[in-house]
């Protein structure tokens, strides 16, 4: 994971990403006062290395001499084009427009002096009204088949309901200083604005995604063509609960997303950060859905078998049986257990019988440590956090969801759980379900959990990740 500090526990805000002779090079904000622009390198997206900040807010009197905001970055005609979020000090912030940033090596970048955007009517609401301020953020730049620069734009309508105003406007141009301002791409009315939105070609499909601001969730939509009309597919979410402000870049010949992440409930207990990126996989009927990166591959130690019977309770419950292939728990939750590498890679092929099983990690002789657990007749996994720290408040123990999300669970089941420097990625049946992260070391051990029922183990193997 990528977590950048300062006095908080994390700087990191939105983020962006494009890739340079095969390095990634990884653009974000920093929070809370969104006066920089960092940047950092990676040749796999799992381990960052950061380099000088790359751009800041502008002298007294400038259009972006308040504060900076989410930048979107394209290849065009030679050199790199930032695209980012503009507010001044003379408009206490609450006008926001497009400025301009050039570069020829990612490493350096000049600005343009004004702005070469903001919100125009008839198309887009220009003036406040009830609103926190005039919308016009988080700009994505795309070169399409048309030789034309397109870019996507949060945006208002104001032939909307004021609560229902979320439009991705839609901007052209040739040369990424003078735009066209053409109708929204994409009005919802379910959503008051749709963040850092980012139209994007995939298997044949144009798709939009963008973060909702009142749900804290990524979604998507899928249309035929670039005129329309975009519409939700069935689950619309796009990546793990808690990946938010998604930037979809394109690595070679696969699609990753890369976001930051807020783990569920709050600010987690090591600050916001960039988890491992994801790679898209397109279905059918326009569905996407999201795998592992084959990036941790080369970090995988020697994969092993494990002997089911070697795992033992850890919980005590009163009725539990392990027979060498089959692991019991009619009444409560048992954890059969054994110790293992601090970071590994724990894969099983699991026939169930019981509506609530998972995962262990780090569990202590008094209960705490992660648990991974998915709840069959919701359908839906978590991870949940439990220590015997007692925060002021409560007498007994904290206990914290790091993440959740909804997963279609069947009687058979493949997992995989990647568990490495604090970073958490569970996939079922190949698909990532949930990926979050720790700020706690914990005991270097594993194990299967069930509860109510049984689960049979048909295959068990473990490898130990390496830095």
């Known amino acids: 994971m990528y977590l950048p500090r300062g006095y908080s526990d994390s700087d990191l805000g939105d983020v962006e990403v494009v890739v340079r002779d ?43 001499d308040d504060q900076l905001w989410t930048m979107g970055i394209v290849f065009y005609d030679g050199r790199y084009y ?13 006008v926001q427009r497009v400025g301009l940033a050039v570069s020829d090596d990612l490493d350096s970048w000049e600005k343009l002096p004004h702005a070469v955007s903001e919100a125009t009517a008839p198309h887009y609401v220009t003036d406040r009204g009830s609103a926190p301020w005039v919308a016009w953020r988080d700009p994505k730049p795309v070169v399409l088949a048309d030789g034309l620069v397109h870019a996507v734009v949060c945006a208002r309508d104001p032939g909307a309901p004021a609560l229902r105003q979320a439009a991705v406007a839609h901007l052209v141009s040739r040369d990424l200083e003078t735009w066209e301002v053409r109708p929204p791409l994409f009005t919802s009315r379910r959503h008051v604005e749709l963040e850092c939105p980012q139209l994007f070609s995939f298997a044949g499909r144009f798709y939009l995604t963008a ?12 249309a035929d063509d670039l005129e329309g009309p975009f519409r939700a597919p069935l689950d619309n979410r796009l990546g793990p609960r ?24 709050g600010s987690p207990p090591n600050g916001r950060f960039v988890p491992a990126p994801l790679v898209l996989v397109a279905h059918a009927d326009g569905r ?71 995962v262990g990690i780090g569990a202590t002789d008094d209960g705490a440590g992660v648990l991974v657990s998915f709840d069959r007749g919701a359908g839906e996994v978590a991870a949940t956090y439990r220590s015997p720290a007692r925060p002021e408040g409560h007498p007994a123990f904290t206990e914290r969801v790091l993440a959740r999300g909804p997963a279609q669970i069947g009687d058979r089941v493949e997992l995989e759980v990647i568990y490495a420097e604090g970073e958490l990625i569970v996939s079922l049946d190949g698909a ?25 183990v048909d295959a068990l193997s473990m490898a130990e990740i390496h830095p």
């Open 22 to 64: 095969g390095v990634l090079h990884l653009f974000h904000l920093t929070l809370p006062k969104h006066e920089v622009i960092l940047h950092a390198v990676s040749t796999d997206g799992i381990r960052w290395e950061p380099r000088p900040p790359v751009l800041a807010t502008g002298e007294l009197g400038a259009f972006d």
């Open 82 to 94: 930032m695209l980012y979020t503009a507010l001044s000090r003379a408009e206490v912030g609450r």
């Open 211 to 222: 973060a909702v601001i009142e749900e804290r969730l990524q979604r998507y939509w899928v």
């Open 242 to 265: 808690g990946h938010y402000a998604a930037r979809i870049c394109e690595v070679g010949d696969e699609s990753w997303l890369f976001a930051f992440h807020d783990p569920a409930g």
């Open 288 to 358: 996407l859905s999201v795998k592992r990166t084959t990036g941790w591959d080369v970090r995988f130690g020697e994969e092993r078998p494990i002997e089911v019977a070697s795992l033992t309770p850890t919980y005590a419950a009163r009725h539990t049986a392990n027979d060498g292939a089959r692991l019991a728990s009619l009444e409560g939750l048992e954890l059969f257990g054994t110790a293992g590498p601090r970071d590994f890679v724990l894969r099983a092929a699991l026939a169930i019988d019981a509506p609530f099983f998972g």
């Open 432 to 456: 990532v379900v949930l990926s979050t992260g720790l700020g706690v070391e914990l005991p270097a051990n594993f194990g299967l959990a069930v509860d109510s029922g049984a689960i049979t």
